[in-house]
């Protein structure tokens, strides 16, 4: 079956494009692959699809085989594009310079240095400046204090809160080695501790007889308080 001849033109139908660009992708890189090796060539191919999508081949270095082909084609860094870099650069080079020596001149007159030159609105604008600054370093110094006052305050706060508290343990200490000294003392006097009954008999007549009398003295010594 003879297959029909294509006809050179954009495909219309998006999902038919989509596959044939895949396909011929395909072959494209295989041939370049192939062309490489049977060939000994020095081969590289890039392909960019409709949405950006970038699809590439090299037999060596894809940035090699293009700097090469710019040498080829006259496109590559010649000696003038060379010298015209260089005096870019030093174009740069003098205008960096120069400003640095106004920032820096600029800077020794915010000093106070090097104002005989300097004109009557030069002079008002620098102290304008100057005025500026010292306001902004006031404020920046004034917020600071305060946040170290606040920190110092809150500090204070908390000793005297731990201050407190040793105070209270340091009093109920006290109170409980009172307690305990008071209990020591009770339990070391005898007199304390003790409760006598002493009885005393006094028999008058003669023991043994009915007509003895019997006069009983009972001593009786109860617990002393201090």
């Not at 490489?36 to 060539?41: E, F, G, N, R, T």
């Not at 700097?67 to 080079?93: C, F, I, L, P």
Request: glycine letters at 6%; a neutral charge.
């Amino acid at each position: 079956m003879v297959r029909g001849k294509t006809e050179m033109r954009r495909i219309e139908n998006t999902a038919s494009r989509q596959v044939t660009f895949s396909k011929r992708r395909n072959g494209l890189l295989k041939k370049a692959y192939e062309l490489s090796v049977l060939c000994d060539a020095e081969v590289a191919a890039i392909v960019f699809s409709t949405s950006g999508k970038l699809y590439q081949f090299s037999s060596t270095s894809l940035e090699r085989t293009i700097d090469r082909y710019k040498m080829y084609t006259g496109n590559g860094s010649t000696d003038k594009e060379v010298e015209k870099n260089v005096q870019h650069w030093r174009t740069e080079a003098t205008d960096i310079a120069k400003k640095i020596e106004t920032l820096e001149s600029h800077t020794r007159k915010l000093l106070g240095e090097g104002l005989e030159g300097c004109s009557l609105g030069e002079l008002l604008s620098l102290e304008a400046q100057i005025g500026r600054s010292l306001q902004n370093i006031r404020g920046a110094k004034q917020s600071m204090l305060e946040e170290q006052i606040a920190q110092l305050k809150d500090k204070v706060r908390v000793l005297q809160e731990e201050n407190i508290k040793l105070r209270q343990e340091n009093h109920n200490h006290a109170d409980a080695e009172a307690k305990l000294q008071v209990t020591a003392s009770r339990d070391a006097d005898p007199i304390h501790n003790t409760n006598m009954a002493v009885e005393t008999d006094l028999i008058i007549g003669r023991p043994g007889t009915r007509e003895a009398k019997e006069d009983i003295v009972h001593v009786n010594v109860h617990r002393l308080e201090q």
